[in-house]
């Protein structure tokens, strides 16, 4: 009965705004009213691509946000970590004209290049690792934190066990040394623990060798930590090498197929995830509504130049393990919608 009245209720409105000359019509927007209201638009990716798997969950994050507004997209930089293809990469994104860009921030080289795009009329919101710039927010975990974190989940899986943590990471990569140094922070005041660094230069084979290397110097190893999925993945081949499955814990990150495995297998305890399908998905729907105005601080946030965004935005790692990671297993679905 109550639902009869409620819509009889709403038809009432609806009739009587009609006969007083309304225009209720006009103010409501249809399903295709809100799925073309990005027609025209489009949004660039840019990072360094040398991970693909990594960046499926990023790229679906964009899609699926393009998708509802009707909007195009494309990704774009190149395979390795080359500052200055980065840079030529986002000059590309300014002279295409793009909407906006989603940086995946790697390199504070780029810096500049993002200041040159927003001065430029292009917005850019970075995730990943925030770089200072002009940039209208970014979202990610921050990298300490994810390293407090995974120092923290390793206390508490030792629980009180001593001997040696070994943390695996790629020196050269500014975002893992503050992942390590998170992880330092809090292994280092627990007595009984010492903790001792590998480089693996980002590379599976080389994590596999230099932590294989550690196993040996330090017999004592309770813990090892791989700041990177080539980190985890090479630590769990370095301990079957010396058949201590499941005598060493072992923390890994993100959410490759490789890691999903090892946990499965029990090789690996947990992995925490960086959150890239949200942080994209908002990235985009932000830049959206900032470049049309919908962002009603003030009337006129765009000509006053009011940036009407949260400066940073900390989007937490999530933390798969044998719980939940069948759950991870599907890939994530997307498609490239612009050309470069």
Not at 2 to 25: D, E, N, P, S, Y
Not at 42 to 57: C, H, K, N, R
Not at 97 to 120: K, R, S, Y
Request: net charge negative; aromatic share 6%.
């Amino acid at each position: 009965m109550k639902k009869v009245t409620v819509i009889m209720f709403v038809l009432i409105i609806g009739l009587t705004l009609t006969a007083c000359g309304g225009r209720q019509t006009s103010s409501v927007s249809t399903d295709a009213d809100s799925a073309n209201r990005g027609a025209g638009e489009t949004y660039a990716v840019v990072a360094s691509l040398g991970q693909p798997e990594f960046f499926d969950a990023l790229k679906s994050g964009v899609y699926t946000a393009c998708e509802e507004i009707g909007a195009a997209w494309y990704i774009t930089g190149p395979q390795d970590m080359e500052p200055d293809r980065l840079v030529q990469a986002i000059d590309q994104a300014v002279s295409n004209n793009v909407t906006g860009i989603i940086l995946h921030g790697q390199m504070p080289e780029t810096a500049e290049a993002i200041n040159n795009a927003v001065d430029a009329g292009v917005p850019v919101i970075i995730v990943n690792t925030d770089i200072p710039s002009k940039r209208l927010s970014f979202l990610g975990c921050g990298p300490y934190q994810v390293g407090y974190d995974m120092g923290t989940k390793m206390v508490e899986i030792l629980n009180g066990k001593a001997g040696t943590v070994v943390v695996s990471f790629a020196i050269a990569h500014p975002s893992s040394i503050e992942i390590a140094e998170g992880i330092h922070d809090v292994l280092e005041r627990l007595p009984g623990i010492r903790v001792v660094d590998v480089d693996d230069t980002a590379d599976a084979n080389i994590a596999a060798t230099n932590n294989g290397a550690a196993l040996q110097a330090y017999p004592d190893v309770v813990g090892m930590i791989g700041v990177m999925a080539y980190s985890s993945v090479g630590i769990c081949t370095a301990i079957r090498e010396v058949d201590k499955i499941g005598q060493i814990v072992v923390i890994g990150r993100d959410r490759d197929a490789a890691t999903l495995e090892l946990i499965e297998n029990g090789e690996m305890a947990a992995s925490y995830a960086q959150n890239s399908f949200v942080e994209a998905y908002i990235a985009t729907m932000w830049l959206h509504d900032y470049v049309n105005g919908n962002l009603k601080v003030i009337d006129d946030y765009l000509g006053a130049k009011v940036n009407p965004l949260p400066k940073v935005v900390d989007s937490g790692s999530i933390i798969i393990d044998k719980s939940n990671y069948k759950q991870f297993m599907e890939p994530y679905k997307y498609v490239v919608t612009a050309r470069n």
